[in-house]
C-alpha cells in the first residue's frame, strides 16, 4: 500500500511539472501567438522540432560518453579541458531530452483527438518543465560558445588525439541541428509569418512624363489658397523667379529638384499620390503663374 501511494505521488508530481494549468493565464509565452495565427504549422513545427532535438541528444550522447570511459585519465592531459566541456555538454543534452519527448508525445495525442492544440501548448508553455527547459538552453548555449573558444585555442594532443575530432563533431553536429531547425520553420510557416513581404520598390518616371507636369514661376507678391512658401525635396525657401514643376496633385517643388526625384520615384514627396493617377485641377493656387516661355 506504502508503495503504491508513493508511486501514485510520484506520478502526480511527474505530471504537475508538464503541465502549467494553474498558472495558464499569466505571462503568456510568445510562442502562444504562433500557434494562434497558425496552429497546424506550429504544431508540426514543435513536434520535429523536440522530437529531432531530444533523439540527436542522445545519440551524440552516447558515443560521447563511451570515448571518456575509455580515454578520461589520457584526455586529462591535453592543454584544455575538452573533457569536462564534452561531459558537461552532454549532460544538458540529456536533461532536455524527457522535457521535449513529453512535449512531442503530447502534441501527437492531441492531434489525433482532433483536440485544442493551442491550449494544449498553453498548458505546456507555463508549467515547470517548459521553463527549466529555457534555463537550461540557455546555458547550453552559453556552454557551447565557451567550447568553441576552448576548440579554437587547444593545440594537438599526443596522450588523446582523439579528443580534438569529437569535440569538433560535437560543435558540427549542434550547428547542423540549429540550421535544420532553421529549415524546418522556413518550410513549416507562411512566408507572411517569416517577415512582412517587402514593400515594392519604388518605380521612376520617364523623362517624357516629368516634361509633361506644367512649369510655374514663383511670385511671393500674389498669394492663394494654401500657401506653400518652401521646396519640400530641398526644404530651400523659393526665391523670386524660381522655376517650378507642379504635379498633378497640386504640390510644387524646384525643378531641379523634383525632376531627380521622380526620375527615382513616381510620387509626390508630400502626399505620395502617383504622378500617373488622374488627379482634380487644383484651383486658385498660390502666388504662381504659369511659365510661358
Known sequence: MALAFSLAAVRDR??????????????????????????????????????????SGVIISIPCGLFL?????????????LRYWILVHCVLQLLQA????VFFLRLCHIQRLNGNIQECVRHLTHSAAWRTSKVVS?????????????LLNSTYCKPCPGLYRLSLAVIFAAVARLLMTLIVFYHSFPPRFQGQQPPPKPRGANQELID??????????????????????????FDRDAVLRRLPCGHSFH?????????????????????????PSPKGRWGAKDKTS
Open 255 to 279: 525643378r531641379g529638384c523634383i525632376d531627380k526625384w521622380l526620375k527615382r520615384n513616381k510620387v509626390c514627396p508630400l502626399c505620395l499620390q502617383d504622378i500617373e493617377v488622374p488627379q
Open 14 to 55: 511527474l505530471l504537475s511539472f508538464f503541465d502549467g494549468a494553474e498558472n495558464a493565464a499569466e505571462n503568456p509565452d510568445p510562442l502562444l501567438d504562433v500557434v494562434h495565427q497558425y496552429p497546424e504549422e506550429a504544431a508540426w513545427f514543435i513536434k520535429v522540432v523536440m522530437f529531432f532535438g531530444s533523439i
Open 138 to 150: 540557455i546555458i547550453t548555449y552559453g556552454w557551447f560558445i565557451l567550447g568553441v573558444v576552448w
Open 98 to 101: 524527457p522535457v521535449r519527448l
Open 212 to 237: 509633361s507636369m506644367p512649369l510655374i514661376v514663383y511670385s511671393p507678391e500674389v498669394r492663394g489658397e494654401g500657401p506653400e512658401t518652401s521646396c519640400a525635396v530641398c526644404l530651400s525657401d
Open 69 to 81: 570511459t575509455l580515454y578520461w585519465a589520457p584526455c586529462g592531459l591535453c592543454n584544455r579541458p
